[in-house]
């Protein structure tokens, strides 16, 4: 249930965002010139966006751009239709992948775990839906003060989701998202459990083998010479 509500969570505030942008007429640049506590200064903002007829203002923290963004990744292909079909395909394989695993190992996830999986799925979700829609995706968010690309609360997701994958790989190590993926690939694949292939590592360092050697038997069983046909013998009597 974990991933089913992050997921539903992230693609309603994705377009809810974009939407609020791109029809309250936030289309050149509305900036917010306070500091980041400056609460005062921050609700005046949050009013301004509010506001339908706001008058478009540079800001030197954060910026809200609506920015048609057609392009693939790092900017590659911009403005051409075959950058976008691409990566609305892209988007899709890899959108199939996450659904297809996060339906059979839903059960197995810890709740870190299941928010990471319904991050990644509500933003691919979120960026695939405008591309099919539009075109294009529909960015709106920069953060001056680091210079950043524009962005959305899609991308924002898919970056707290690799943020999150990297703690869980660093810290966690063990049965983690990448842990149930593998469960699961080895079912499909019906290669040997995690932990069979522990053990089976285990035993060949204890052996100094290597990956691609085999362990040789001590006890091969010998070979035993074919026996020989029997003469009869001449001296018996024929019947």
């Known amino acids: 249930m974990w991933v089913l ?7 309603l505030l994705d377009q809810a965002s974009k939407y609020a942008i791109y029809y309250g ?17 921050l609700k005046a903002f949050l009013a301004t966006v509010a506001n339908r007829n706001a008058i478009p203002q540079d800001g030197n923290f954060l910026v809200l751009s609506f920015t048609a963004n057609d392009a693939a990744l790092f900017g590659i292909g911009n403005g051409t239709a075959w950058a976008a079909r691409l990566l609305a395909a892209l988007t899709s ?18 709740r870190y775990s299941a928010i990471t999986f319904g991050l990644l799925i509500g933003g691919s979700i979120g960026n695939l839906f405008d ?13 001056k003060f680091i210079d950043f690309p524009i962005f959305n609360i899609a991308d924002s997701a898919i970056c707290i989701a690799i943020g999150l994958l990297i703690l869980e790989t660093l810290l966690i190590k063990r049965d983690g998202l990448f842990d149930a993926i593998e469960d699961d690939v080895r079912y499909l694949f019906h290669l040997p459990t995690r932990q ?5 590592e285990k035993a060949r ?10 362990e040789i038997p001590d006890d091969e069983p010998k070979e035993e010479p074919p026996l020989e046909p029997v003469e009869p013998d001449s001296d018996t009597d024929e019947p």
């Open 196 to 200: 069979e292939a522990e053990a089976e």
């Open 25 to 41: 007429h936030v289309v050149g640049t509305l900036g917010y010139t306070g500091a980041p506590t400056d609460l005062a200064a």
């Open 131 to 143: 591309r099919i829609a539009f075109g294009y995706v529909r960015d709106m968010i920069y953060a």
């Open 205 to 214: 360092k204890a052996k100094h083998l290597s990956r691609f050697e085999e």
């Open 93 to 110: 394989v890899f959108l199939f992948l996450l659904l297809f695993f996060a339906v059979r190992t839903a059960k197995k996830l810890s």
């Open 5 to 11: 509500w992050t997921s539903l969570i992230v693609i």
